[in-house]
């Protein structure tokens, strides 16, 4: 069941034969057991990521003409799985084969018009970094649809400034994420915008969770997890306040984490069948995101 962190703070100052408080801040000690409580929460989601933690988000736009493709990974994101961006363009005829319905599209039916509905959201397959700018760097800059744009990176504190191209004629197709926070993209259309747009972007990330010191703040964790934080945090609270360890509560995390690390997730993942090792000739069929080629691809259920 999951508790308020007043609640958590409550029951761990009982397990301690401490003084009852009706606040976090009453006390010192319940101070002390709030901060554990933190400490160890955070410990939890750190060690394991867990899908409570995964979300669909939108990348920041540069908003640049100069540099159209540069997009930003928002504040708060600790990782992206996959991305999409919306194709507007209903003539260009990019996507055919990867049309999703992730979106709605409203059509007018005029016989006769040849109105052709857009893609929708496409994926954007996200390139390990050497890659994606190796590639960028073979488009010619004398073709009319190459343009470059000057990117520079001074996220860590080292300023240094490259050229890269682009293609500004299509739907992107490919991007990669350069220190965590810079998202490059292979090209933009300039038919529908004069930068990509924070709008088109769909994208599966894990968020890093937040924490509140007050009496009424829930931490995002599953009801199953709860007690897992309750036994670390009583395990450290008696180790620093009391000076003695909590045998049955060590014992209780361990338990939990074997949970934890068993059942972290209910989707995304095969069955334990599965996980088995499998010598004979594949037979499937391939499900991977554009640009991977033939064989395994990132991810969980690329063979069907």
């Known amino acids: 069941m999951k508790q308020t962190l007043l609640a958590l703070t409550q029951d761990i100052l009982s397990r301690m034969s401490s003084d009852e408080v009706n606040s976090i801040g009453d006390t010192t000690?319940?101070?002390q057991v709030a901060t554990i409580i933190k400490q160890k929460y955070f410990d939890i989601v750190?060690?394991?990521p867990l899908p409570e933690h995964e979300q669909l988000i939108q990348l920041e736009p540069s908003l640049d003409v100069d540099s159209p493709i540069l997009m930003y990974v928002p504040e708060g994101v600790a990782a992206i799985k996959w991305l999409k961006y919306f194709d507007s363009n209903v003539l260009d005829g990019v996507g055919n084969l990867q049309y999703t319905h992730d979106l709605n599209v409203d059509i007018q039916n005029n016989s006769g018009n040849g109105d052709n509905a857009a893609p929708g959201y496409l994926y954007?397959?996200?390139l390990p970094q050497e890659q994606f700018i190796s590639m960028v760097?073979?488009?010619n800059p004398q073709e009319d649809d190459v343009e470059t744009f000057s990117f520079t990176d001074n996220n860590n504190g080292?300023?240094?400034t490259y050229n890269l191209y682009y293609k500004n004629d299509r739907q992107p197709q490919y991007c990669t994420i350069i220190s965590n926070y810079y998202v490059i993209f292979d090209s933009y259309d300039n038919t529908q915008d004069s930068t990509l747009q924070s709008s088109?972007?769909?994208a599966w990330g894990r968020i890093i969770p937040h924490w509140v010191m007050e009496d009424s703040f829930v931490p995002n964790l599953a009801e199953e997890q709860f007690q897992l934080l309750m036994n670390e945090a009583t395990a450290l609270a008696f180790y620093e306040l009391k000076q003695q360890p909590h045998q049955l509560a060590m014992q209780e995390a361990k338990r939990g984490w074997s949970n934890?690390?068993?059942n972290k997730s209910v989707t995304n993942r095969p069955t334990y069948f599965n996980e088995l090792p499998n010598f004979g000739r594949r037979s499937g069929v391939y499900y991977g995101t554009r640009g991977f080629g033939n064989g395994?691809?990132?991810g969980w259920n690329q063979w069907q």
């Open 29 to 31: 000690e319940s101070l």
């Open 46 to 48: 750190n060690r394991v």
């Open 260 to 262: 934890v690390q068993k």
């Open 124 to 126: 954007v397959t996200i």
């Open 158 to 160: 080292f300023n240094s």
């Open 137 to 139: 760097n073979s488009f």
């Open 296 to 298: 395994y691809s990132q």
């Open 200 to 202: 088109k972007t769909m």
